[in-house]
């Protein structure tokens, strides 16, 4: 059966209050309508990297992977391999594999990118050698996201210009736009 992977690499909140928890649920329940509709199946694969891990082995040995239309992914405000307990993974490279294959496989993939916040030094509290090493983690993943995104949602059109990602840009779809 056709699907669409979601792929979110952090752990998704059980009873989310804010809008950055609150998105992704509603991201999920959303697909799940349009798969219904559409005959196909949803698959999301969350947590942490050792969950991440576990759910893409179970999708890779069901083969689910050649039959996956697109891949919708978001991540937080910091580096998608830093969203383990502790800002410490236990799989370095799950991400990578994930998004290698489907990009070897023509497998679209599109990332809501939060926000840029980090390149603003009056938004970026950290000093010193921590925002040093900060920096080029999200440096490098923006470089990973030129890789292998084929699109990249935004909150807003105007946030292109500060992202340096070479690549489809738009800004993410609103129900409401009253609500901007």
Not at 122 to 143: D, P
Request: proline share 5%; glycine share 4%; aromatic share 12%.
């Amino acid at each position: 059966m056709k699907n669409i992977l979601i792929y979110y690499p952090f752990t998704l909140a059980t009873n989310p209050k804010s809008g950055s928890a609150i998105r992704p649920i509603e991201m999920i329940k959303a697909f799940e309508n349009y798969a219904q509709k559409n005959n196909v199946e949803v698959i999301v694969i969350s947590g942490t990297s050792t969950e991440r891990r576990q759910l893409w082995n179970k999708m890779i040995s069901e083969k689910k992977q050649e039959q996956t239309l697109f891949c919708y992914s978001e991540n937080q405000t910091i580096p998608l391999w830093l969203t383990d307990p502790g800002h410490i993974p236990k799989d370095w490279i799950i991400d990578h594999d994930v998004f290698k294959t489907l990009k070897r496989l023509h497998v679209p993939i599109g990332v809501f990118y939060r926000d840029v916040y980090w390149k603003f030094d009056e938004l970026y509290k950290l000093k010193g050698i921590k925002k040093t090493v900060m920096k080029t983690i999200y440096k490098m993943e923006e470089k990973f996201y030129k890789k292998y995104v084929h699109t990249l949602f935004l909150p807003s059109d105007a946030m292109g210009k500060f992202v340096n990602i070479d690549t489809a840009k738009m800004a993410l779809p609103r129900e409401d736009a009253s609500l901007i």
